[in-house]
């Protein structure tokens, strides 16, 4: 049986592409040391780069203007679904967990939905 939370379209609005989402640092080059890159560290122990935090907080606060409240989003649908397939099926977690900690944070205005299942986590506007 589907969850009866009411699932909404996100209204069209300016995409924002990622300049760089990889979210990976990059290999040291041979024969030079390699450096550490500063990482952003989520609740629930994953690491990501600035860059690639950065990068999803700005394109879903580009995204706010086009929620509906009242309805219930994925991290895939806050996102969009092109922006979504520019990430790589290991960057998509990630990205989801990005959303999942500016929530609990208060980085965005929205708000965790309970469902049926912990995942995939659902979210509303505030």
């Keep these: 049986m589907k969850n009866k939370l009411?699932?909404?379209a996100v209204a069209s609005t300016v995409?924002?592409?990622?300049s760089n989402a990889t979210g990976i640092d990059p290999a040291p080059v041979p024969d030079q040391p390699a450096t550490?890159?500063?990482?952003?560290q989520l609740s629930d122990g994953y690491s990501v780069t600035p860059d690639f935090f950065?990068?999803?907080?700005l394109?879903?606060?580009g995204r706010l203007p086009g929620l509906q409240p009242g309805c219930v989003y994925t991290a895939e649908q806050?996102?969009?679904?092109e922006f979504w397939a520019l990430l790589d099926r290991g960057e998509q977690p990630l990205a989801g967990r990005c959303i999942a900690h500016m929530v609990s944070h208060?980085?965005?205005?929205?708000?965790?939905v309970e469902g049926k299942h912990e995942y995939p986590k659902l979210y509303r506007l505030e």
């Excluded at 550490?36 to 952003?40: K, L, S």
């Excluded at 950065?54 to 907080?57: A, C, D, L, V």
């Excluded at 806050?78 to 679904?81: F, H, S, V």
């Design 54 to 57: 950065s990068e999803i907080r």
């Design 36 to 40: 550490r890159i500063e990482r952003v």
């Design 15 to 18: 995409s924002t592409e990622p």
């Design 106 to 112: 208060q980085m965005l205005p929205l708000k965790f």
């Design 59 to 61: 394109h879903l606060l």
């Design 78 to 81: 806050l996102a969009g679904k």
């Design 6 to 8: 009411p699932q909404c």
